[in-house]
DNA sequence: AAGACGGGGGG
DNA sequence: CCCCCAGTCTT
């Protein structure tokens, strides 16, 4: 049998219930495809139905404020993926006029749409033949042939990008592409795939030459660097300082303590006498630790984190622009990064 | 071509 | 601790 029918007919069998397989709406289809952009499905899942509920079409996910998509967005990451949802989402009501399109060459232009979701999204709700090429056909992909070109070079991505169009079944390519990333998810997986069970296990190369845990191959990154956050914690009667971030760094757009960063860990001590604290909060302030630090991992970064309760004596306004009073009872409508919406959970419940 | 961008889960 | 996840954008 030919690899397409394979998989399609192994898909038949052992494919999950996910909800976003029950709908040819390419509206639909996009979200839950941008939602999955390096998401596990367990965890998209509840964000997947919170955005279908508040935007049931393209046209109310284009009228909402940017603020309000990136709070319902708030702990799933990547939030450049909400920011441009939303730029995506008014071009489709400016451009299409509110119909969201179906084809690759029309999805390919739309903001966070690369070549992956675009062809996610024209075959699933079209049947368009294209490919779609993710982590989990990569890796189908690399074992099955026995590739040890890396997947994140150049060569690689042409090379597998090359093979996957090769391989696509033309008559039922939405079939095929869910098929093979559910191989891949479900049987094909990274660590301890059930080979003995397979039905690739006769023609799958990595197999036969038993490197399947050496495949795929990976070109690993930079390491990540280590950053000093320092969070004050500035209440005045029932509204507490905050900060909203700016572009360029991590959390763009999003809410946060205000903040003072320090190329080293300091303890309180030592960050009182440092020049910034007392431009923003005067000389000589008296600076109490809260909490921290804690260690919060991001892709690049390594954030150690201190919090730090301060009491002001003059209402801290104009010393950084950013830095606003906000109402106890509205911090729930700003979205925050994970970091700062934890610390607020555990400290500042009364 | 290489880095940056979150957060969670598993070994 | 390291790797991976239904990737995309920027430099």
């Given at each position: 049998m030919a690899f397409s029918d394979e998989i399609i007919t192994w898909y038949n069998q052992h494919k999950r219930d996910l909800?976003?397989?029950?709908?040819?709406n390419p509206y639909v289809i996009w979200l839950s495809e941008v939602i999955l952009q390096q998401t596990r499905v367990e965890q998209g899942l509840p964000y997947f139905y919170r955005f279908l509920t508040h935007y049931p079409d393209v046209i109310s996910f284009a009228g909402a404020p940017e603020e309000e998509i990136l709070l319902h967005w708030q702990?799933?990451?990547?939030y450049s993926r909400a920011r441009n949802m939303h730029k995506a989402a008014k071009a489709v009501v400016a451009e299409y006029d509110g119909i969201f399109p179906k084809k690759y060459e029309d999805l390919?232009?739309?903001?966070?749409?690369g070549e992956y979701t675009a062809a996610a999204v024209a075959s699933f709700a079209a049947n368009e033949a294209k490919a779609v090429v993710d982590g989990n056909v990569f890796r189908v992909l690399a074992r099955y042939f026995g590739i040890d070109e890396p997947i994140n070079s150049s060569k690689g991505k042409k090379l597998f990008l090359g093979l996957a169009d090769d391989l696509l079944?033309?008559?039922n390519p939405g079939l095929y592409n869910q098929a093979v990333m559910e191989f891949g998810a479900i049987q094909c997986k990274p660590k301890h795939p059930d080979c003995a069970n397979c039905v690739l296990r006769l023609d799958c190369r990595a197999l036969a030459e038993r490197r399947v845990n050496q495949l795929p191959v990976k070109i690993k990154g930079k390491a990540s660097r280590n950053r000093y956050f320092n969070y004050f914690v500035v209440t005045m009667g029932d509204r507490l300082l905050m900060n909203k971030r700016g572009t360029?760094?991590?959390?763009?757009?999003l809410y946060e303590l205000p903040l003072i960063e320090t190329p080293y860990l300091m303890d309180v001590r030592e960050l009182a006498s440092i020049q910034e604290v007392a431009e923003c909060f005067g000389k000589g302030a008296d600076l109490r630790l809260v909490a921290g630090p804690v260690k919060h991992v991001l892709s690049h970064q390594n954030l150690f984190a201190q919090f730090i309760a301060i009491d002001v004596q003059?209402?801290?306004?104009?010393?950084?622009?950013?830095?606003n009073y906000v109402f106890m009872k509205d911090l729930g409508t700003l979205a925050k990064p994970k970091l700062i919406y934890s610390f607020l959970e555990e400290y500042m419940v009364e």
């Open positions: 909800p976003w397989r029950h709908t040819r702990g799933l990451g990547y390919i232009r739309l903001k966070g749409v079944d033309k008559v360029g760094d991590i959390w763009e757009n003059d209402e801290i306004i104009g010393k950084k622009m950013k830095w």
